[in-house]
C-alpha cells in the first residue's frame, strides 16, 4: 500500500465527529534546556550555556484530533513530546493535562496520568524489550495499572490488542525480534493501547520504516483515532506524511512553534517563510502542481547560542530589509547572508582558494580570492545595492583574504540591518483557527519590499 491510497484527513477531523474542542493537552511557554557540561570543570568554563531544545511553546490538544508537530531533524519535536508526557522534565513553563499541572512531577506522582497518556517511540525495536514475548510487553502496563481481573484475562486483551493492531492473537508468544520492522511498531502500539489512553504521542512513528509500510502504521493510526476517539500528537519531519492524517499542524522551527494551522489551509495557504520552504519539498505526482522550490541558504543555527529576533532569519529569503534599503530584495538577502557569515566566522577564505587553484591550475592571488568571494555573494547584483553597500562588501572581502575577520566586520557594520535580526516576531492571527510568528505577517512591520523572486516566498502556494 502507498500513500497515495490514503485518502486526505478533514481539515477538522473532532468537528466532523461530532466531537468537543475541548483542550486536552496543553503547554504555556514551555522550555527544557539541556546542560552541557559534565563535571566541574566544564561548568566553570561553560557557565550558562545549554542546549535550548525547546524554548517557549505554547501548545493546545484538543479532545479527538490529531495534532501534528513537523520541522527538520534537530529542531526540538521529540523534546517537545517526552516533555509533554514529563518523560524530560520541563526547565520552565507548564504542562497541563485537562487543566492539572503534570510537569515535573515525581514518578510516584505522574503514575495516575501515565495511563491517560502513552507515548509510542520512533525505533520500534529499540523500545521494546527482546527478552521478553509480546504477551508479556503488552500485558506489563495493564498490571502495572490495575487493568484486568487476572493474567487470564489480560492475556485475553493482549490478544485482542494484538488483532486491532493488525497482527494474528498467535503471535502471543513470540519475541520483537521475530517481527518485522512494521509488525515490532504495531506492538509498540498495541502497549501504548493497553492501559486505554486518552491521548497518545506518536514519535517519528514510520521514520524507520520503508515507504511500503509506512502508509499502513499511518492508516492503522487514523483508524485507532476515529475508532476509540483518541487525541493524538504525531511527531514528523516529513509533510507528505502528517497531511494524511493530521487535523491540525504546528510547525517548529530551533525550539520555537512559528505556525499552526488546520492541515488543509496550511498546505493551501502556509503564512510563515519556513512553512513554505518545508512544503516546496513536498514530493509531487504531478511536476506542474510544484510551486518555486524554495531553497535554504546556509546551516540550522546552533540550539545553544540561537539568533536574536527571529530565528529563521539567517537562513530566511523573505527577510524584510531596514528602512534604509534602497536596493533589490534579492540583493538585500544575499549582502544580509554575507554578513551573517562574517559575523559567525563561517566564510573560508582557504577553501574558495583552494576550490580556484584546483579549478584554474596554479596559484590564487589575494585579490583574486577576494573578488570571487564577492562574486559569490552577489553574483549580478553590485548594480542594485545602494550607494556605497557594493565597496562595504569589497573591501570586508579583502580584510578576510588578509586574515582580519574583525576589521571585515566592523567595515560591514551596520550595512544589513533588519527588524527580523532585532525583534522577536509576535504571534499574529492570520485566520480562523491558525496563526504564525513572523514579521511578515504583522501589521506593526513594514513588508512592503516583496521576497526574492524564484524562492517561493512571495507566494501562497
Known amino acids: ?169 498467535s503471535y502471543i508468544d513470540r519475541y520483537p525480534g521475530q517481527f518485522s520492522g512494521g509488525q515490532q511498531q504495531r506492538v509498540g502500539i498495541a502497549r501504548a493501547l493497553a492501559v486505554e489512553p486518552d491521548v497518545i504521542v506518536a514519535d517519528e512513528p514510520v521514520s524507520a520504516l520503508d515507504v511500503s509500510v509506512q502508509a499502513q502504521i499511518l492508516n492503522l493510526l487514523k483508524n485507532l483515532q476515529s475508532e476509540l476517539g483518541l487525541s493524538l500528537v504525531l511527531i514528523a519531519h516529513d509533510l507528505s506524511v502528517i497531511r494524511q492524517v493530521a487535523s491540525r499542524v504546528a510547525v517548529m522551527y530551533l525550539g520555537k512553534i512559528v505556525e499552526t494551522a488546520p492541515v488543509r489551509e496550511l498546505f493551501e495557504e502556509p503564512k510563515h517563510p519556513y512553512t513554505k520552504s518545508l512544503l516546496s519539498a513536498v514530493p509531487r505526482i504531478d511536476p506542474s502542481a510544484r510551486t518555486d522550490r524554495v531553497v535554504l541558504r546556509g546551516t540550522v543555527p546552533s540550539p545553544i547560542d540561537p539568533p536574536s529576533g527571529c530565528r529563521f532569519h539567517t537562513r530566511c529569503p523573505a527577510v524584510i530589509p531596514g528602512d534604509d534599503w534602497s ?91 533588519s527588524p527580523c535580526a532585532d525583534d522577536e516576531p509576535a504571534r499574529v492571527d492570520t485566520g480562523d483557527d491558525r496563526w504564525a510568528a513572523c514579521h511578515r505577517v504583522d501589521p506593526e512591520h513594514d513588508a512592503s519590499v516583496e521576497p526574492m523572486e524564484g524562492t517561493g516566498a512571495g507566494s501562497s502556494g
Open 327 to 417: 536596493g533589490s530584495q534579492a540583493a538585500f538577502r544575499r549582502a544580509f547572508t554575507f554578513q551573517t557569515r562574517v559575523e559567525g566566522g563561517d566564510v573560508d577564505v582557504d577553501a574558495v582558494r583552494r576550490q580556484m587553484e584546483g579549478a584554474e591550475g596554479g596559484s590564487a592571488s589575494d585579490e583574486a580570492v577576494a573578488e570571487r568571494i564577492v562574486e559569490t555573494t552577489l553574483p549580478g547584483e553590485p548594480r542594485s545595492l545602494p550607494d556605497d553597500a557594493a565597496e562595504r562588501i569589497r573591501e570586508a572581502a579583502r580584510l578576510l583574504v588578509d586574515g582580519d575577520a574583525d576589521a571585515a566586520d566592523r567595515t560591514l557594520g551596520e550595512l544589513c540591518l
Open 1 to 169: 500500500m502507498s500513500r497515495e491510497t490514503m485518502t486526505d484527513a478533514p481539515a477538522d477531523a473532532s468537528e466532523k465527529a461530532g466531537v468537543a474542542t475541548d483542550v486536552v493537552l496543553e503547554t504555556e511557554g514551555l522550555k527544557k534546556h539541556f546542560d552541557q557540561s559534565d563535571g566541574f570543570l566544564d561548568r566553570l568554563l561553560n557557565a550558562g550555556q545549554s542546549v535550548k531544545a525547546v524554548d517557549g511553546v505554547d501548545l493546545e490538544l484538543r479532545a479527538g484530533e490529531t495534532l501534528a508537530v513537523v520541522g527538520e531533524s534537530g529542531c526540538g519535536k521529540s523534546t517537545l513530546g517526552r516533555t509533554l508526557l514529563n518523560l524530560h522534565e520541563p526547565t520552565e513553563g507548564t504542562v497541563r493535562f485537562r487543566g492539572e499541572e503534570i510537569g515535573g512531577l515525581s514518578d510516584r506522582e505522574m503514575r495516575p496520568y501515565r495511563s491517560e497518556i502513552q507515548m509510542v517511540f520512533q525505533d520500534p525495536l529499540a523500545s521494546l524489550n527482546p527478552r521478553q514475548t509480546v504477551g508479556d510487553i503488552v500485558t506489563a502496563p495493564m498490571e502495572v495499572h490495575g487493568i484486568g481481573d487476572s493474567d487470564a484475562d489480560r492475556t485475553e486483551r493482549a490478544k485482542e490488542l494484538l488483532e486491532r493492531v493488525g497482527l494474528k492473537p
